[in-house]
């Protein structure tokens, strides 16, 4: 029983530790992901190296692992309150062709980051971006505006 307290105290911790980092550091790794890739090695080569001889306490441990992962995203999947604390919610970093300075500076992403998502999204300037969004995932979405041709033929089918 002693393992699986302190592997639930680890996993609690590392989440809220996570958590209070931002959405940005992960990269491509939601939080969950990342602290199952942190913890199953540690947990693992304790009982490899011999430190603790037991191969049963490692099962035990990574089994107590999953089992929190699992159920973290049943949770999450039943519980819309929850999964906002744990996975956090989207905020809007661009809106318009115009920055939204608050969201950027509370999201710790310089303007120059959010002009290489833009670009990498095939699109020149900011103008360009009806939203830029960073997504629970810490990755950046970029919705572009139409395109002025496209607007003007539907502005004309509607005349």
Request: glycine share 6%; net charge negative.
């Amino acid at each position: 029983m002693d393992t699986v307290l302190r592997v639930a105290i680890v996993y609690v911790f590392l989440l809220v530790a996570l958590r209070m980092m931002g959405k940005r550091e992960f990269g491509q790794l939601a939080p969950m992901e990342l602290i199952a890739l942190l913890l199953i090695p540690e947990i693992v080569s304790q009982a490899l190296i011999g430190e603790d001889y037991s191969l049963t306490n490692a099962f035990i441990a990574i089994a107590t692992l999953l089992s929190l992962v699992f159920g973290n995203s049943l949770v999450s999947h039943v519980s819309k309150r929850f999964e906002r604390v744990v996975e956090g919610q989207p905020a809007v970093l661009a809106h318009h062709g115009k920055l939204v300075p608050e969201n950027l500076h509370r999201e710790r992403i310089s303007p120059s980051e959010l002009y290489s998502e833009i670009r990498k999204s095939g699109l020149e300037r900011l103008e360009q971006v009806r939203w830029a969004v960073l997504e629970g995932d810490g990755k950046i979405s970029i919705v572009p505006l139409e395109s002025s041709g496209v607007q003007r033929e539907s502005e004309q089918s509607v005349l």
